[in-house]
């Protein structure tokens, strides 16, 4: 732990204390940015604690002219308990990484208006009426923007965090900093790469109807090997500051707009645990898709829409990946002089074409690690939690695990979305059960 860092978590223990909807008032009083923002005394502030994520405190306070989101970090795991206790250090992480994405993409992340570093809290932007994207997928509602808009959050925050764009001092300073997001990695680590393949005490799935599948996942060597390659590329492959957790609960949405929200599991990591996440999400909400049917729409349509979003992200990404490059490649990684020979530029496009590659291929790494995690680990989704009939959560799982587990063994296969919504679509209808 660097010494600023443990005179923050010193001071910390020191000062800290866990704010509820009596005490907010008192303390947003004492800041003026957020008390003009509100309007009117404390005493007429609404306070609402709506934290429905698995760590934090979040309220939403209304005032007379404005309202605001505070998040604050509590010493331990929400969902678990004090049993977890987990650093406040992350709400610091959290808020370096908000204030990197707001200078590539301010339009795409809440503002922020005050950053406490001692109560672990930072003030932003109430966004609304934007709702959470999970709930918008499992409700079946479409976002015209919102392929366009996830797309150039990814291609702005991962190719500017990167050794193409910034100068090698600079881009090593930043990874220093967020290297000592070690907790929050660790719960990635373990949750995501660990224990679903492995007899783990925090580890539930549907039961009895996934048991056969679960043992046969903890015994499937291929698949362990697979997994355990890409967990080393998680822990060691410092290429971007990463979100760390964007999957579709931490993107609000209304019809036009999109916001990134919560990067407190940012730090340097591979550039495509990002796009896997965003990946492996939708195709969650895709097998979910039956579960959700009702007599007058069987959410077939819908599930097209979902896929169709998965080839359009992605490739909305890698182009503007790929024209960042083109006009804005000035890192020390990449010194175009390189390429001025005869044959310079078609070895650029050949090692461009290497780059988007490996990404294509981690991302489907990563998008099956995040399937496999929200079914057979502890962290779960709505998407698939709110099919209330077992055996149907159970068939939508299945399918969902398979495809997980072929884009982690097989990912090196594919050349193309196109193709792995080819495959989601068999596993859909059953054809390969
Ligand atoms: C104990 S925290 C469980 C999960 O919640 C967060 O959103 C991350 O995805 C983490 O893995
Ligand atoms: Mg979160």
């Known amino acids: 732990m660097s010494l600023a860092t443990e005179s923050r978590v010193a001071q910390a223990a020191e000062e800290y204390r866990p704010l509820d909807a009596d005490s907010l008032p008192a303390y947003l009083a004492g800041v003026d940015s957020c008390a003009g923002k509100l309007g009117g005394g404390a005493d007429e502030w609404q306070v609402d604690e709506v934290g429905d994520g698995n760590l934090n405190l979040v309220f939403i306070v209304r005032g007379s002219v404005g309202s605001l989101v505070v998040k604050q970090a509590l010493p331990y795991v929400r969902l678990v308990g004090e049993s977890w206790p987990l650093p406040l250090k992350r709400a610091y992480f959290e808020h370096e990484a908000l204030i990197t994405e707001i200078d590539c993409v301010p339009e795409l992340v809440p503002a922020v208006y005050h950053y406490d570093d001692t109560m672990a809290l930072t003030v932003m932007e109430h966004l609304t009426p934007h709702i959470i994207l999970r709930k918008g997928l499992i409700a079946g509602i479409r976002y015209p923007n919102l392929a366009e808009h996830v797309a150039e959050f990814m291609a ?43 007899i783990a005490e925090l580890n539930r799935w549907t039961t009895p109807q996934l048991d056969d599948m679960a043992a046969k996942f903890r015994g499937d060597a291929p698949l362990k090997l697979e997994a355990q390659i890409l967990k080393e590329a998680f822990m060691g492959r410092a290429e971007a500051l990463i979100h760390g957790d964007l999957h579709s609960g931490s993107i609000m949405v209304t019809e036009t707009e999109t916001k990134m929200i919560d990067p407190e599991f ?6 495509g645990f990002d796009v896997g996440a965003v990946i492996g999400n939708l195709l969650l909400a895709y097998f979910s898709q039956t579960g959700h049917a009702t007599a007058d729409d069987d959410r077939i349509d819908y599930g097209i829409w979902i896929l169709e979003q998965i080839g359009l992200i992605w490739e909305g990404f890698r182009n503007k990946f790929l024209r960042l ?23 650029l496009a050949a ?83």
């Open 325 to 347: 490059w083109e006009t804005e490649g000035r890192g020390d990684i990449y010194l175009p002089e390189l390429f001025d020979d005869p044959a310079g530029a078609t070895t």
């Open 266 to 271: 940012a730090f340097y990591g591979p550039r």
């Open 351 to 433: 090692y461009r074409d290497v780059y988007m590659k490996e990404m294509f291929h981690d991302s489907l790494g990563f998008a099956g690690m995040k399937m496999v995690r929200r079914i057979l680990g502890l962290a779960h989704v709505e998407d698939l939690e709110t099919i209330e009939d077992p055996d149907l959560r159970a068939t939508c799982e299945t399918k969902a695990l398979l495809l997980g587990r072929e884009l982690i063994v097989n990912r090196r296969k594919y050349d193309s979305v196109a193709s792995v919504v080819s495959h989601a679509q068999k596993l859909q209808k059953g054809a390969e059960q």
């Open 156 to 198: 702005q925050t991962l190719f500017k965090t990167s050794d193409l764009y910034l100068p090698a001092s600079k881009k090593k300073a930043r990874n220093a900093v967020f290297c000592d997001n070690i907790e929050l990695c660790k719960i990635t680590e373990d949750l995501v790469f660990t224990d679903p393949y492995r």
